[in-house]
């Protein structure tokens, strides 16, 4: 097994793993290596970021914020 030391990660990102491995009981090792497993095998980003919501009980109940912009044409000229 390969090992790897990722350096300036900002201690807010460190405190919520250690957070996040609580909550899934193991350790931030184990939690950041589940993490970049999923990453890995999900490349695309919105496609992770979906089934990642799906996981922790689905998008249904999101709010989404009303527009109050007005569209208009484009000003090709």
Known sequence: MASIVIRGLDQSVKDQLAAQAREHGRSMEAE???I????TQHPN???ALFRAAQEVGGIEDLPVPGRTDIARAADLG
Request: charged share 30%.
């Open 32 to 34: 950041a290596r589940d």
């Open 36 to 39: 970049l497993t999923k990453a």
């Open 45 to 47: 980003v919105g496609l």
